[in-house]
Structure formats: C-alpha cells, structure tokens
C-alpha cells in the first residue's frame, strides 16, 4: 500500500515560515517526480512547486517563486516544502503528490500524479 502523509501545516502570521514534510511508505520514491498543490476554498487546486527524482530540476509557481524552497531527501523518502514570507493568500490545504512513470520530467496538473495524501492545512493570518 503506497501512502504519502504530509505534516508541518498550522496557523501562522503573515511573515511567519512553516516547513511541510511529506513522508513517503509502502515503496521508495526515490526514482518518482513529486509535487506540491494547494486548494484554498472555492478554488480550483494549483500546483505550487515540483521536483525530478534527482532534484536536477524543479519549478515554482509564480506566487511563490523566491518564498517557497522544494527540496528531496531520497535517503529518507520524505521531500519538504520550506515556506516563508507568508501572506494570507498562502492559505489553503496543501497535498503532497507524486508520479513514477515519467520520473525526469515535472507535472503542471494534478491529473498527472498518481499518488497523493491527505493533505495539510496552512492558515496564514495578516
């Protein structure tokens, strides 16, 4: 059974940082793309930042670029998302995905992820 538990979410000031985990069992993910989307409420999920198995390339959201690091530890089958400068716009539920047949290459929709977890909450007050 392949599961991805995310953690790291919670309620923070505007300028605050949060780092968000999301660990990876039931096989290794090392050779997998990943990714993180987030879904505020009555919006439409959005990819926020991915990564290649190697971490050789990655992609931010515009949103985010300069505030937002994606980052892998393969060793431990956990990748992060280091989150700061954040804004009240950042706000919504963030989903940890991942994708094992095209390994070198990054997703921009959701539909191309397989693997997915339950997601965490990010609150950003101003």
């Known amino acids: 059974q392949v599961q991805l538990v995310e953690s790291g979410g919670g309620l923070v000031q505007a300028g605050g940082s949060l780092r968000l985990s999301c660990a990876a069992s039931?096989?290794?993910?090392?050779?997998?793309?990943m990714a993180w989307f987030r879904q505020a409420p009555g919006k439409a999920r959005e990819l926020v930042a991915a990564i290649t198995w190697n971490g050789g390339n990655t992609y931010y959201a515009n949103a985010v670029k300069s505030r937002f690091t994606i980052s892998r530890d393969n060793a431990k089958n956990t990748k992060y998302l280091q989150m700061n400068s954040l804004k009240p716009e950042d706000t919504a539920v963030y989903y940890c995905?991942?994708?094992?047949?095209?390994?070198?290459?990054?997703?921009?929709?959701?539909?191309?992820?397989?693997?997915w977890g339950q997601g965490t909450q990010v609150t950003v007050s101003s």
């Open positions: 995905a991942a994708e094992p047949r095209t390994p070198d290459a990054i997703g921009m929709v959701s539909p191309y992820y397989i693997y």
């Open positions: 039931g096989r290794t993910f090392s050779n997998y793309a």
